[in-house]
């Protein structure tokens, strides 16, 4: 139990369907973050939340839409993918600046048809 | 621009000794990360380095040059469970960039 949940594990969805992921960390943690991971690629940081606040949009295209409601919680709407959205979607937590290792989720392994 | 580079794959014995390079090149620099991550699951875990020198942690070590821009993770007494991809990563301020992973075979 790594303290950082994700659900859905899996999901499978439409160019035209809406969906979200969810995030939430029992660690105490106040930085929460998204990531990308494509096969082949680096892991790649779309969004980082420090107190709730967005300091970090690695230039992630608007159908990708982070909502952090409080220190605990992170989501990640979806509309309008594509198929090379399709990839596992890994949520973080880390303490706030400073260096501190970041705690993954399982994931949720996206699959856009 | 941003960038970080460690091997793509590499093959070593159950029992023997491995070191894993990663070099990058930041604008900023606030620590080196090494983290281990198994096909199909969440990374973890295993370093940070924010100061030059060596840390160890029982069987895996990471070293830091910051004038170099290097790093390298030494695992010893290799398990099969060693088997994965080792993932260096480097924070710049909120962002942390990582590189590709390194994929470690580990034969009997």
């Known amino acids: 139990e790594t303290g950082v949940t994700q659900t859905p594990r899996h999901l499978v969805m439409g160019m035209t369907n809406k969906k979200s992921l969810k995030c939430e960390q029992h660690?105490?943690?106040?930085?929460m973050y998204w990531y990308k991971q494509s096969a082949k690629k680096p892991l790649e940081l779309m969004f980082v939340?420090?107190?709730?606040?967005?300091?970090e949009n690695n230039s992630v295209p608007s159908r990708f839409s982070p909502e952090c409601p409080n220190s605990s919680h992170l989501f990640l709407h979806l509309h309008t993918l594509q198929p090379e959205d399709s990839a596992l979607y890994l949520c973080?937590?880390?303490?706030?600046?400073?260096?501190?290792?970041?705690?993954f989720g399982p994931g949720t392994r996206l699959t856009v048809l | 621009g941003q960038n970080i580079d460690q091997p793509t794959e590499m093959t070593a014995t159950e029992g023997a000794i491995v070191q894993i390079n990663c070099t990058y090149q930041?604008?900023?620099?606030?620590?080196l990360f090494w983290y281990q991550q198994h096909a199909g699951e969440a990374p973890t875990f295993l370093s940070y380095?924010?100061?030059?020198g060596l840390e160890e942690k029982g069987r895996f070590s990471s070293f830091l040059s910051r004038s170099k821009g290097y790093s390298y993770l030494l695992l010893k007494e290799l398990q099969m469970k060693d088997s994965a991809s080792y993932l260096c990563?480097?924070?710049?301020?909120?962002?942390?960039?990582f590189g590709k992973g390194t994929r470690l075979h580990i034969l009997p």
């Open positions: 973080a937590s880390s303490p706030p600046r400073g260096g501190g290792e970041q705690f």
């Open positions: 660690l105490g943690h106040n930085a």
């Open positions: 939340y420090n107190f709730k606040e967005q300091t």
């Open positions: 930041t604008s900023g620099f606030n620590g």
């Open positions: 380095n924010v100061l030059d």
């Open positions: 990563a480097v924070r710049d301020g909120d962002k942390i960039i």
